[in-house]
């Protein structure tokens, strides 16, 4: 089972920038295809990007052309580079990775965005 472990979330301004990066550990990194997800208060979890094992990406309607997902498989990590944000991004961010039945969920990171 693969261990995640998220960074790069705070207070951003909107319209700011901020890159997340989820380190995985414990398993074979290149092998998992790697998401990211968020909460923000009072909501569900809602699918914000994912990237295939072999780099194929695809996101939310909400962060189409204003996030990008990438992975450094020799780095064992997972990046979500935010621009353009909007105080609507606020949220617990979190990292998933997934294999076959196998699946892990990081902890999370916060995102503020202020208006």
């Known amino acids: 089972q693969v261990q995640l472990v998220e960074s790069g979330g705070g207070l951003v301004q909107a319209g700011g920038s901020l890159r997340l990066s989820c380190a995985a550990s414990g398993s074979i990194f290149s092998d998992y295809k790697m998401a990211w997800h968020r909460q923000a208060p009072g909501k569900q979890r809602e699918f914000v990007a994912f990237?295939?094992?072999?780099?194929?990406?695809n996101y939310a309607d909400s962060v189409k052309g204003r996030f990008t997902i990438s992975r450094d498989n020799a780095k064992n990590t997972v990046y979500l580079q935010m621009n353009s944000l909007k105080p609507e991004d606020s949220a617990v961010y979190y990292c998933y990775a997934e294999k076959y039945s196998l699946s892990s969920w990081g902890r999370g990171t916060l995102v503020t965005v202020s208006s």
């Open positions: 990237i295939t094992s072999g780099g194929s990406t």
